[in-house]
């Protein structure tokens, strides 16, 4: 009898186990089409086990610019090509334009930028008129004043640190002869700024890691002295309790997209590996143990673009195809394996976010 008993109780252990480790590799992507002539949408695939996309926005040019989808995304932020910001709700589709409790205007400046904490509950951003902090609803709204970068610095983009407490700025430098953006973190609680990056490489889609302790820059040198050409693009991971130094043995070249792995401690990205191809490819933190993801069949893609790390870490999601407009999402294993389709019909897809699924 005793044997018996313990016969179920395994059995019942290992349906639990199997019936739990699917949902664990459950999670839930949220893209756009990048098309060059036509509306571009916002959509989302609910369920990365199943075979379906749902559109959430039906409105020509939404979902084109600085997009932010709240960790478990219920709710998504952009603005479009009327200049206006809008709040959509997920689970509704529910739009609703709120860019008056942004800014004292009818609409945004083309250079305006932004970004939320991480609890979703405050916003920075700037509309050309200098850095602002306020609450969501739009009350308690401050202005963040940074003397050695004067009046109303150009700031290209803004990331809110996953810890809360800073702000990383990416600011152009417009009076040399060869212009670029320089990278700054910027601490809300003392004031204190600190340069990472100079402004002689156009240094921009900076991340932080989950742990707010390193940052990931994509940078781009000159061709040469007094030329705008852009050279290749480089990776760097930078940490900016040591401002402007960066791991000496990593400057990945010509490599793009890069995404924190859940823990911090990896980053994966692309890069070009020439004769037309391009292949994924996973770093260590600390600059070692870089490797390529094999993809199977789709080995060698001309084109492949977004990766993201999903929520548990054990899968990549990206784009591929021939080009930026014939493209599909495809899931693969970290270590290469399961390799497969999330899409079946090409477009030019981006990928913004991917989440768990609630």
């Given at each position: ?15 639990t ?28 695939i ?31 932020i ?11 709700d ?42 602002k ?72 889609e900076s ?15 000159y061709?040469g ?6 050279g ?23 490599c ?30 600390d ?5 390529e ?23 990549i ?33 981006q ?8």
């Amino acid at each position: 009898m005793k044997k018996i008993l313990l016969f179920i109780i395994i059995c019942l252990f290992m349906i639990t186990l199997s019936s739990c480790a699917p949902a664990s590799r459950r999670f839930e992507i949220i893209f756009i089409t990048n098309e060059t002539v036509g509306p571009t949408d916002i959509y989302r695939i609910p369920n990365n086990t199943k075979n379906n996309i749902e559109q959430l926005t039906f409105t020509p040019n939404m979902g084109k610019y600085q997009l932010l989808v709240s960790k478990n995304g219920g709710e998504i932020i952009f603005n479009d090509d009327s200049r206006h910001i809008y709040l959509l709700d997920t689970a509704s589709k529910k739009l609703v334009d709120i860019t008056n409790v942004l800014i004292k205007y009818t609409m945004v400046w083309d250079w305006f930028t932004m970004d939320w904490s991480q609890d979703q509950k405050q916003f920075a951003f700037d509309n050309g008129e200098g850095l602002k902090l306020m609450n969501f609803d739009g009350t308690n709204k401050r202005d963040i004043s940074i003397p050695s970068l004067g009046e109303n610095p150009n700031i290209k983009e803004i990331e809110w640190s996953p810890d809360g407490k800073k702000l990383l700025l990416v600011l152009e430098e417009t009076r040399q002869v060869q212009p670029g953006w320089g990278l700054f973190v910027y601490d809300l609680a003392s004031g204190e700024l600190n340069q990472l990056t100079n402004y002689q490489a156009g240094c921009y889609e900076s991340k932080w890691s989950p742990t707010s302790q390193q940052v990931a820059v994509i940078c781009q040198t000159y061709a040469g002295p007094n030329t705008d050409m852009l050279g290749p693009s480089i990776i760097h991971i930078l940490n900016p309790k040591n401002p402007g130094q960066s791991y000496g043995n990593l400057a990945l070249s010509s490599c793009w997209d890069t995404s924190w792995s859940p823990d911090g401690k990896q980053l994966a990205f692309e890069c070009d590996k020439g004769n037309n191809q391009e292949g994924l490819f996973i770093i260590n933190s600390d600059g070692n143990g870089l490797h390529e993801v094999k993809l199977g069949d789709l080995e060698h893609p001309p084109f492949l673009r977004y990766p993201f790390w999903s929520p548990d870490g054990t899968q990549i999601v990206f784009v591929a195809g021939t080009d930026y407009q014939h493209t599909n999402i495809y899931s693969v294993n970290v270590d290469g394996s399961n390799n497969h389709p999330l899409t079946h019909q090409t477009d030019g897809y981006q990928i913004v976010a991917v989440y768990p699924v609630p």
